[in-house]
């Protein structure tokens, strides 16, 4: 097996298991090894660390695999892999709930690889280059383990630029998946599109905290900020909200909405649904002196990297001042972060700055985190992107 050689001193992230090398760590690489190519990882010393895929291109040099030095990583490594995550998952599967994350990249030492669930078809996207390699036994086993009516590739993403991949949708395995799937979670239906929705088509790391937030709504009206396809406002009204205002500037988002509360039997009579951009909307709320019991803000990733963190919180605690100015004493924000460069604490004291700036007093009554199919390597913290907080005004 060709080799990589790590500088001295730029071991110790790879002894305590963590699965990304980065290119500056890397001394030299035996061979002419391909993109994706499996490799054994050394430190300056010769001593054998790991096994991992190696990545001309990216600025994550070798993905570790494996760090025992008598493994094979052959196919059947890959699908015990796979078969030890879908196991991990089943018991999330039932009447109530039929989608899951099945695998989660890294989490699930399957790097670049994402696998969900939704009802009888499996969406997955690729960003890894050695993951790509594999792709044919991934979709395989997934098959073997699940039965799948289908399984659709949403390999759209920046990030394979840096692996030097293609983007490629498409389907990979049984029939094309229809236009709207039928899928359940927490008893809610909702109508999702695999093929032309938002990342692999709908967002699962929410489903506790979607559930968990509506405990706090019954007979209060409600601001659901970003609402995409509804989870937050289908859990509200299944709950008892008084009246919810939906807020998001996608036309499709609005749209979806608008049909998961037709498929829930919802009345939509008292509750508004707004196409617009939700900071402009918060301001448009603002000069109108609107008041609302519960804001929910769960906006997309303002911080992809931590480069962009500075920026990020600005945006955050803008974001956060808005919605408290809706609030009055009493009143709940449920807010949310996934960028994964932001943690718990920084989000804490960006809110803290944002009641300052609301002219507010805050408590912090609960923290939301991603769920169990969402899970968090001790080794790998980066696997913790979603974090939320239940603020009360005072």
Same mark, same amino acid.
């Given at each position: 097996m060709k080799s990589v050689i790590l500088n001295k001193g730029k071991d110790k992230a790879a002894w305590q298991l963590h699965p990304w090398?980065?290119? #500056?760590?890397?001394? !030299?690489?035996?061979g002419n090894v391909e993109n994706g190519e499996v490799v054994s990882v050394f430190n300056s010393? *010769? &001593?054998?660390?790991?096994? #991992? @895929?190696?990545? !001309?291109?990216? *600025?994550? =040099?070798? /993905?570790?695999?494996?760090?025992?030095?008598?493994?094979? @990583?052959?196919?059947?490594?890959w699908r015990n892999r796979i078969r030890k995550a879908v196991e991990a998952r089943q018991h999330?599967?039932? =009447? &109530?709930? !039929?989608?899951? *994350?099945?695998?989660?990249a890294e989490a699930d030492f399957i790097p670049g690889l994402i696998a969900d669930k939704y009802a009888d078809y499996i969406s997955i996207q690729v960003h890894a280059a050695g993951t790509e390699n594999v792709k044919a036994v991934i979709i395989d &086993?997934?098959? /073997?383990?699940?039965?799948?009516? #289908?399984?659709?590739? *949403?390999?759209?993403l920046k990030s394979r630029e840096h692996e030097g991949l293609p983007n490629t949708n498409g389907l990979l395995s049984g029939e094309l998946p229809p236009e709207f799937v039928d899928v359940v979670e927490n008893g809610i239906r909702y109508k999702v599109n695999i093929i032309d929705g938002q990342k692999s088509g709908f967002y699962c790391d929410q489903r506790e905290n979607r559930f968990l937030t509506a405990q706090y709504v019954k007979d209060k009206k409600v601001l659901d900020c970003f609402c995409y396809s509804g989870g937050f406002t289908l859990n509200s009204i299944q709950q008892g909200a008084a009246a919810v205002t939906a807020v998001d500037s996608s036309a499709l988002a609005i749209e979806t909405l608008e049909r998961n509360m037709v498929v829930n039997g919802f009345d939509t009579s008292g509750h508004q649904f707004i196409l617009s951009d939700v900071n402009k909307q918060l301001r448009t709320f603002i000069e109108e002196e609107a008041r609302f019991d519960v804001v929910i803000l769960d906006p997309p990733k303002y911080a992809p990297s931590r480069s962009s963190l500075e920026k990020a919180s600005r945006a955050y605690k803008d974001l956060n001042r808005r919605g408290m100015m809706l609030l009055e004493s009493g009143g709940l924000l449920a807010t949310f972060s996934c960028s994964g460069a932001m943690d718990i604490s920084t989000f804490k004291q960006v809110i803290a700055w944002a009641a300052l700036d609301a002219g507010k007093e805050i408590q912090f009554i609960r923290?939301?985190?991603?769920? &169990?199919?969402?899970?968090? /390597?001790?080794s790998f913290p980066e696997g913790e992107y979603l974090k939320g907080l239940l603020v009360r005004i005072l």
């Open positions: 090398v980065f290119s #500056g760590a890397v001394n !030299n690489v035996s010393d *010769r &001593e054998f660390i790991a096994y #991992g @895929i190696y990545h !001309n291109q990216s *600025r994550v =040099a070798v /993905r570790l695999l494996e760090w025992h030095p008598d493994t094979t @990583i052959d196919e059947n490594w999330l599967l039932t =009447a &109530e709930t !039929n989608t899951v *994350r099945l695998i989660f &086993e997934l098959t /073997r383990l699940l039965q799948p009516k #289908g399984i659709y590739e *949403r390999s759209d923290q939301f985190h991603q769920p &169990e199919d969402h899970p968090v /390597r001790a």
